[in-house]
Every structure is written in structure tokens, then in C-alpha cells.
């Protein structure tokens, strides 16, 4: 049976939905109609701007209110999440102890130009993130945070010269496609190296998705929320796997 839906705002089904935006023209009531007729021509219906204001000079910012009259068949939709059952730190590194025998090594950056690393951080340093320890804390792992404005070229000498098992590429920085031009790059050159098939290699940001990661050629992909131990779960269980295989 589908399951067709649609935004909601005051009442079941109404397709309300909030935009927000900046145009370059200066503030006026002439913008405030610029914006609801732009946002009329997007589709939209019953447009209200509810917020207008300069922002800097020539530039303006607007919060608009509108309906909309598409649906989505949400059961159609798949997009299927890396994070499996909840696993403790102790029950992670015991698993490697006994299936692997050693610890697994683990590099994460912040690749390219991008100097954000809270998300790489959390997710590698001892501290953790609401209250779940990070990677360098587990006895199983050996730990290499890089830091940021890591070039793809030094992730990949790193990973080839430390024997990496496990590649965490971190990016929040998305204008004008950087993340995704980032991300190809070290999955291409990874290839290139002839060392894709030996790492599992993840990437993370605040707007990364697990579909988009796939799409890009990645094991994983790890976006907001993400817990550290989530993460080491996965690895673990793609290590001890591979391992297995060969």
C-alpha cells in the first residue's frame, strides 16, 4: 500500500511549507513582491512573505510561507542507512580482539580547503560526542586524526605508508559542489593507487547521506547525529569481513 505525502503546517496534508532565501537587490516593498513572485513561479501557492529585510548593502534576506500540491510515495522510496544495531565500546573491541587479532587503523581529515573538523573530532577524539566515546579511546583502534585542509594527494600517501584499514573523509563546506569534487577526487585516486579495494572508505558531513556516499563509490556515508560509536561498529564489522574473505 503507498503512503503519498506531503508537507504539513497547520493541518494534515496541507503542503505548507517555509522557504528562505537572499536576492541581490536592495530592501524595498518592491522586493518583498519580487520574492512572492518568485516563489509563485517555483510552483507554490497561497505565498506569503512573512520576513523581509536588507542584509547588506544591494542584498536581501526573505522568509516566505507557501503550499505546495506534490505528494511522495514515501514506501518507495529507499535510501538505507549504514547504522545497524547499537554496539558498546567493549563489545566493539572485543569483537576485533577475537575475529581479527589486531587493532585497525584508522586515518580521518578534513580533505581539500575545508577547516571544519567538530564532525571529525567527534567522531575520533577520545571525548566523543554526547557522551559516546570517540575512536582513540577504544583499544582496538589506532587512531590517526589528520587534522584539516588535508590535500586528497597526502590522505592517500598516508594511507598507503601507514597500512590504513579504514579512510573517514570529513567535508561541511558545500558551495558550488566542493564536497562532492573532494570526495570523487579521493575515491578516484584511491583507484588510481590500486589501494580502493584494500581500505574501507567513508565519508561524513552534516549533509552527507549514506545514498549519496554509495553513489560516490564509498562504503559508508555518515551525516548528522552520527554517534562515534556507530561509526566504529561499521568499520569493525567491514574489517573483520574483508579479513574473512581473503
Not at 519580487?34 to 517555483?42: D, G, N
Request: proline residues 2%; charged residues 25%.
Amino acid at each position: 500500500m503507498s503512503a503519498y505525502v506531503k508537507p504539513y503546517g497547520d493541518t494534515m496534508n496541507d503542503g505548507k511549507v517555509q522557504l528562505s532565501f537572499t536576492l541581490p537587490v536592495q530592501w524595498s516593498e518592491a522586493a518583498d513582491e519580487a520574492a512572492r513572485q518568485l516563489v509563485a513561479k517555483m510552483g507554490f501557492t497561497d505565498v506569503q512573505v512573512v520576513e523581509g529585510r536588507a542584509i547588506a548593502t544591494g542584498f536581501s534576506f526573505f522568509v516566505v510561507y507557501a503550499s505546495t500540491t506534490q505528494a511522495v510515495d514515501a514506501d518507495a522510496i529507499k535510501a538505507p542507512s549504514v547504522k545497524t544495531h547499537a554496539m558498546s565500546m567493549e563489545e566493539i573491541d572485543a569483537m576485533i580482539r577475537e575475529r581479527l587479532g589486531r587493532k585497525i587503523r584508522v586515518a580521518g581529515a578534513c580533505i581539500g580547503t575545508d577547516a571544519h573538523t567538530v564532525g571529525i573530532d567527534a567522531i575520533l577524539n577520545m571525548k566523543g560526542y554526547k557522551g559516546d566515546y570517540g575512536l582513540e579511546r577504544y583499544q582496538m583502534f589506532e587512531v590517526y586524526n589528520l587534522g584539516s585542509q588535508v590535500a586528497v594527494e597526502e590522505f592517500v600517501r598516508i594511507a598507503k605508508e601507514k597500512r590504513i584499514d579504514a579512510l573517514l573523509a570529513s567535508q561541511v563546506v558545500t558551495q558550488k559542489g566542493s564536497d562532492i569534487k573532494n570526495f570523487t577526487a579521493l575515491a578516484e585516486l584511491l583507484e588510481a593507487e590500486r589501494l580502493r579495494d584494500r581500505v574501507v572508505l567513508c565519508c561524513g558531513g552534516p549533509r552527507v547521506t549514506n545514498l549519496m556516499a554509495s553513489e560516490l563509490g564509498y562504503d559508508a556515508g555518515f551525516g548528522r547525529g552520527t554517534l562515534p560509536s556507530e561509526v566504529a561498529a561499521f568499520i569493525a564489522r567491514s574489517v573483520v569481513d574483508r579479513a574473512r574473505k581473503e
